[in-house]
Structure formats: C-alpha cells, structure tokens
C-alpha cells in the first residue's frame, strides 16, 4: 500500500499529464516500462500479503470459541455472518467515500488512507496478541496430504484388510498432546486406506496413521463442492466490471450538481449484503430453527443452493435490464461510445440487490462450509479452498470475456465490445444465466453425494438439544459440557 501510494504521489512514478482538455484518444505521452512495473509490483505485493491474510484471519477469529462450552459453540454459528459484516463494512467505505476521494480529491488521499488504516489495524491486532487463543502449530497440511497420497501409490497394489483396526494409528496418549486430534476411520475413499497398511518399512511417506488419511479424505472429498464455486466466482467480478461499464452509459445525475461516481455503484451490492446478513441471522435463523431442527436454520448446503438459485435469477434480471437499455438507446439513435442514454442509472439497482442478498447466502456459507468441514489440523487450508475459488473464478472471468468477445466478433457482430452502445451485452449475459443453471445442477449431484463429517453432525445434535427450550435447559448444557470435556 506505501508502494501504491507512492506510484500516485510521486511525478516520477505516475504516468505523464496529457495536458489541459486534451481527450485521451489525442493523447500521445504513455507511460514508461519503469513505472507500470512498480505499478503492478505494488500490485502483486499486495496479492501475496492477501494470501496470507485471508486464510488465516478468519480461521484465527472461529479458533477463538471453545467447541466445548455450549454458549461459545453457539456463538460460532453466528461468527461467519458478522465476520463477513464486518468486512462489508470496510467494502462499503472503499466503494462510496474512498471512491469519491479518489475521483474528486485526488489519488494521492485516495490511497494515502487506506494505507494509514492499515497500519493502525496492524497495532491493534499487535496489540490483542496477549489475549488471544493461539492453537499450536503443526505440520503443513500440504505436507501431511502429499505424505498419504504417496504412501498410496507406492503401495498401489497392497491389499487393504478388512478389518480397520489392523491399520497403523498412533497410541491414544499421543493424541492427548494439544493440537492433536484422533478421527476414526471412514469407509469412504478408502483406495487412500493403503497408505495405512503395515508394511517392514515406517517411513512417514511409505506409513501413514489413519487419522491422517481421514484428515486428506475430508479436504479431497470438499474438492467437487469446490469446483462447484467457481463459476458463481465469476459472478463477483460481474459486478465489478460490466455491471459499472453499463452504468458509465446511464444517466447518473442526482440533482443539478451530484452525479453518482460509476465505481460507487458495487455499493449497492454492499448495502443489501449487510441489511441482509443482520436479517438473516436475527430473524431467519430463529424462525426457521424451529421447524427444521437444525441450529444454523438450514444445512450450509442449502444456503448454497438457495445463493446459486438467485444467482441465476440475477443473470436474468441483468439481461432485462441491458435490452431495455439498448432499446432506449436505439430509440434516441444513441450509437457513439461516450453518449449516454436517457435511462435512470437505478434500472441497474435490482441486479446488485439481488447480488448483494445472493452473496448472503453463498459467501457466509462458503466460508464457513471449508471452515468446518476440514479436520481440525487444516482449517486454514480449508478456509483457503475459499480464496482459492475466488481467485479462480476472477480468471475464469477474464477468459469467459475474452473468448466469448473473440469468437463472436469473428463470426458478425461482437456480443462485447468497447463501444456498450452497439455491443449485445445482453446476449453474453443470457449465456452467463445458462452456466450458472448449469453449475447449479452440477452442485444439486455433488450436494446430494456429499457426507458431512461425523464430529460436525454430532456436534450439530448437541447443539440443537442445548437450545431446546426445556425446564433443566442449564442442568442439560452442564451435561453436554462435562460430557465433551470427557471425551476430549
């Protein structure tokens, strides 16, 4: 951030002034080679520290709750949905007054606060270190599940007995160590039960424990789920891209001398997600809880579909929406890449409504469906199968667009084109609605083969009989505690 901040600030790193009035198709003075590297190596900076924050920021915040004390193991049900509050806040402030900063202030203000908002959240954090859970460190779950998968092969043609308990696991007291946590075998992907066979040698990468194994089981078996998340990935880079593009070519102004800046419009996707994330859990969850049994009201399976299913209807909406624009532009014989057409810029408002409610559902589960699915040694891994679809989906973005603009201007008219006014941005996003349909019944098949891990069903009933309203409600959460404590 001091890298970018400098990039905008110093008349050496910032590309050259075309002068006064002088449009930028006239414009002959380009940046050098230099400063678009440091440009983009601030960037890639940037991208690094992310990778390692995002993983582990929220894991660390869900770590902080003890599963064994009923209350704490009901407040991290909720923790995902303030967690992703909280977040949105900040994304709120970036699309509205750091924008307008940037658009009306200057560059220079513009970054220059962020980076001083870093800084002073990095104290903060500093400043807790104290008073935080700290879980053990163990080894890299990489590690671990490259260990099992090579003992596999090497192995590939070792029979596995019939009998689970002739497989190699560790001794009960050393997984009384903290940090450690025995699983017991599953009969699903048991080709990686091999790795558990006892052969004359013990190295960690020909022998491994099945408590190990069912860890790498866990993560592999959350991988068709994921791959489910990558085409509505590509969903938020919409609103980030073409969604603003589309109202560039709007009317914007409000009133004689406002004009809503193009940048602020993901905003509104911002807005509903959190008006709709406080509803969700005050009001949703506790009505819902009392029909379906279940503690988080629904699966985090079912808030995935009901996200992938608004997705889709999003898609739709963006496509009404774009041939009414195109209509009205045609009508006006509006035609030129920088006209605008007389259309109110809130004809877009329904399409990040609805992205924002949709988001409520998909993101919060997302993250908090790795979180607790992966095996407690590799939770930061699971809560980086997030990111990851992220990061995935935005490059799925960047080669759905490009391809799609390539293969349809060689055959005629360009669906995507730099001029909005004459492309037919509303036939690419009738074909974004037919992926997203399509993902959607890829996920109802992997949904539907899915298992969730036996601790989290287990931990699920107990929860749901903590909050049952009964007479001994307190005597019944002593119970539970005790229990835990003696299993544990």
Same mark, same amino acid.
């Given at each position: 951030?001091?890298?970018?901040?400098?990039?905008?600030?110093?008349?050496?790193?910032?590309?050259?002034?075309?002068?006064?009035?002088?449009?930028?198709?006239?414009?002959?003075?380009?940046?050098?080679?230099?400063?678009?590297?440091?440009?983009?190596?601030?960037?890639?900076?940037?991208?690094?520290?992310?990778?390692?924050?995002?993983?582990?920021?929220?894991?660390?915040?869900?770590?902080?709750?003890?599963?064994?004390?009923?209350?704490?193991?009901?407040?991290?049900?909720?923790?995902?949905?303030?967690?992703?509050?909280?977040?949105?806040?900040?994304?709120?402030?970036?699309?509205?007054?750091?924008?307008?900063?940037?658009?009306?202030?200057?560059?220079?203000?513009?970054?220059?606060?962020?980076?001083?908002?870093?800084?002073?959240?990095?104290?903060?954090?500093?400043?807790?270190?104290?008073?935080?859970?700290?879980?053990?460190?163990?080894?890299?779950?990489?590690?671990?599940?490259?260990?099992?998968?090579?003992?596999?092969?090497?192995?590939?043609?070792?029979?596995?007995?019939?009998?689970?308990?002739?497989?190699?696991?560790?001794?009960?007291?050393?997984?009384?160590?903290?940090?450690?946590?025995?699983?017991?075998?599953?009969?699903?992907?048991?080709?990686?039960?091999?790795?558990?066979?006892?052969?004359?040698?013990?190295?960690?990468?020909?022998?491994?424990?099945?408590?190990?194994?069912?860890?790498?089981?866990?993560?592999?078996?959350?991988?068709?789920?994921?791959?489910?998340?990558?085409?509505?990935?590509?969903?938020?880079?919409?609103?980030?891209?073409?969604?603003?593009?589309?109202?560039?070519?709007?009317?914007?102004?409000?009133?004689?001398?406002?004009?809503?800046?193009?940048?602020?419009?993901?905003?509104?996707?911002?807005?509903?997600?959190?008006?709709?994330?406080?509803?969700?859990?005050?009001?949703?969850?506790?009505?819902?809880?009392?029909?379906?049994?279940?503690?988080?009201?629904?699966?985090?399976?079912?808030?995935?579909?009901?996200?992938?299913?608004?997705?889709?209807?999003?898609?739709?909406?963006?496509?009404?929406?774009?041939?009414?624009?195109?209509?009205?532009?045609?009508?006006?014989?509006?035609?030129?890449?920088?006209?605008?057409?007389?259309?109110?810029?809130?004809?877009? @408002?329904?399409? $990040?409504? !609805?992205?924002? *409610? #949709? /988001?409520?559902?998909?993101?919060?589960? =997302?993250?908090?469906?790795?979180?607790?699915?992966?095996?407690?040694?590799?939770?930061?891994?699971?809560?980086?199968?997030?990111?990851?679809?992220?990061?995935?989906?935005?490059? @799925?973005?960047? $080669?759905? !667009?490009?391809? *799609? #603009? /390539?293969?349809?201007?060689?055959?005629? =008219?360009?669906?995507?084109?730099?001029?909005?006014?004459?492309?037919?941005?509303?036939?690419?996003?009738?074909?974004?609605?037919?992926?997203?349909?399509?993902?959607?019944?890829?996920?109802?098949?992997?949904?539907?083969?899915? *298992?969730?891990?036996?601790?989290?069903?287990?931990?699920?009933?107990?929860?749901?009989?903590?909050?049952?309203?009964?007479?001994?409600?307190?005597?019944?959460?002593?119970?539970?505690?005790?229990?835990?404590?003696?299993?544990?």
């Amino acid at each position: 951030m001091c890298l970018l901040t400098l990039a905008v600030s110093l008349p050496g790193l910032r590309p050259p002034s075309c002068g006064h009035r002088v449009k930028e198709v006239d414009c002959d003075r380009h940046t050098s080679t230099f400063q678009v590297g440091f440009f983009y190596c601030a960037l890639y900076i940037t991208a690094v520290g992310t990778g390692g924050t995002k993983p582990n920021i929220s894991t660390m915040g869900a770590d902080q709750f003890d599963d064994f004390e009923p209350k704490e193991r009901l407040q991290k049900l909720s923790f995902f949905n303030w967690w992703m509050f909280s977040v949105f806040i900040g994304t709120l402030f970036s699309n509205t007054f750091l924008i307008y900063i940037q658009d009306n202030v200057g560059w220079e203000i513009g970054y220059g606060l962020p980076t001083l908002g870093l800084t002073v959240s990095i104290l903060v954090f500093i400043m807790g270190t104290r008073y935080y859970r700290h879980k053990p460190p163990s080894d890299s779950p990489l590690n671990q599940m490259a260990r099992v998968l090579v003992a596999t092969a090497r192995k590939w043609k070792v029979v596995v007995p019939d009998e689970p308990k002739e497989l190699y696991e560790l001794s009960l007291e050393e997984y009384s160590n903290p940090g450690m946590h025995r699983i017991d075998h599953t009969n699903s992907l048991c080709l990686l039960d091999k790795a558990a066979v006892k052969t004359a040698q013990n190295s960690p990468w020909i022998l491994c424990p099945v408590t190990q194994i069912e860890q790498t089981k866990q993560m592999i078996k959350m991988i068709p789920i994921l791959l489910a998340t990558f085409i509505p990935a590509t969903m938020a880079a919409q609103t980030h891209t073409l969604f603003i593009k589309q109202g560039t070519t709007l009317e914007r102004s409000i009133g004689p001398h406002f004009k809503i800046p193009p940048g602020c419009l993901s905003a509104f996707v911002t807005i509903f997600m959190l008006t709709s994330i406080v509803l969700y859990d005050r009001f949703f969850v506790p009505f819902v809880r009392r029909y379906t049994k279940n503690p988080r009201g629904i699966t985090l399976l079912q808030r995935f579909g009901i996200g992938y299913m608004l997705h889709i209807i999003v898609m739709v909406t963006a496509c009404l929406a774009e041939r009414r624009r195109l209509k009205v532009a045609k009508e006006n014989e509006i035609f030129e890449k920088n006209q605008i057409v007389p259309l109110s810029i809130f004809i877009l @408002l329904p399409q $990040f409504a !609805l992205m924002g *409610v #949709a /988001d409520t559902f998909v993101e919060v589960a =997302k993250i908090e469906f790795f979180y607790d699915q992966a095996p407690a040694g590799m939770k930061s891994l699971g809560t980086a199968y997030f990111t990851t679809s992220f990061g995935v989906g935005y490059f @799925l973005s960047s $080669f759905l !667009l490009k391809t *799609v #603009a /390539d293969i349809t201007k060689k055959r005629g =008219k360009g669906w995507i084109l730099d001029n909005l006014n004459v492309s037919r941005l509303d036939y690419y996003y009738a074909f974004f609605a037919v992926l997203c349909f399509l993902n959607f019944l890829y996920f109802l098949l992997v949904a539907k083969l899915f *298992v969730y891990n036996t601790e989290l069903r287990d931990t699920e009933r107990k929860l749901h009989e903590a909050i049952e309203p009964r007479p001994n409600k307190s005597t019944r959460i002593e119970e539970i505690t005790l229990d835990d404590k003696a299993s544990s």
